[in-house]
């Protein structure tokens, strides 16, 4: 395993120098950041290649001895334009991160797949992998239907997020992921949750802020990691409302340290 990570969305209120300080000190390695908003009028936190404000940050990145493993997020929709991401993978290169995180928000899947392909195509020339991330209230909402785009799109830079939450609140098991090609399998967002889903109406607002630590829950993490590829970038992604700032992201490496020491016992 690699080197552990926390994504944005487990303290989305800090900006990204912020973030870098405070998950060094809390014990992790590695950020994602949210460059883009997930929707219209949605936290961000964008920044321009080239700029001030970007080599200001990777000051900050070096200093704490920080990297930055994807940037997000991206909905690919019936609307979407490709060319319009131009900037953000060209951010993101310069940053040094790995992957670009995309969702399906299109129901013609024939659309979506050339888009996906598309932005793998784009990204590819700026050095990052286009992960998909599935979730249940989404057109891609099973770890099947987000394999299909990639395996229809065939890019070597495609690949699928897999999300602890998601996985299993879509109805996926540990034992799908046997099914998948390693190749597409770079990436794991860890958290825990009961196994009993809450009710379809509160699916949304547990996924956003409502997560449990790793471990504190009831989902089958150990069985999960082991069934992954040795290489896989795992990020810690929990957002709880009981747990602020500095305490959050600490809870959030303790705990998902002590998961991965768990899988190696």
Known sequence: MKGLGVAHLTALELAPA??????????????????HPVMPGAQAYPVAAGSEALRELRAVMAGEGVCVTDI?????????????YQALL????????????VSGDDDDV????????????????????????????RPVATLQQACAVVAGA???????????????????????????DPRWLRALQLCDAPLQAPADALIIQEAREGRLLPGDGQLPLVQLLAALPEDVCISAEVPCAHLHGQARLAAAARSTRALQAAGHA
């Open 72 to 84: 997000e997020f991206v909905s690919l929709t019936a609307h979407t334009q490709v060319a319009d």
């Open 90 to 101: 060209a951010a993101g290169a310069e940053l040094g991160a790995q992957s670009l995180t």
């Open 110 to 137: 024939a659309r979506l797949t050339g888009n996906f392909a598309a932005l793998c195509e784009l990204a590819r020339g700026h050095g990052l992998r286009v992960d998909l991330e599935f979730m249940r209230w």
């Open 18 to 35: 912020r973030l870098v300080r405070e998950a060094r000190i809390a014990g992790f390695s590695a950020v994602g950041l949210r460059l």
């Open 154 to 180: 065939g890019q070597d830079n495609g690949g699928v997020l897999v999300d602890a939450l998601h996985l299993f609140r879509s109805g996926g098991q540990v034992a799908d992921l046997a099914a998948v």
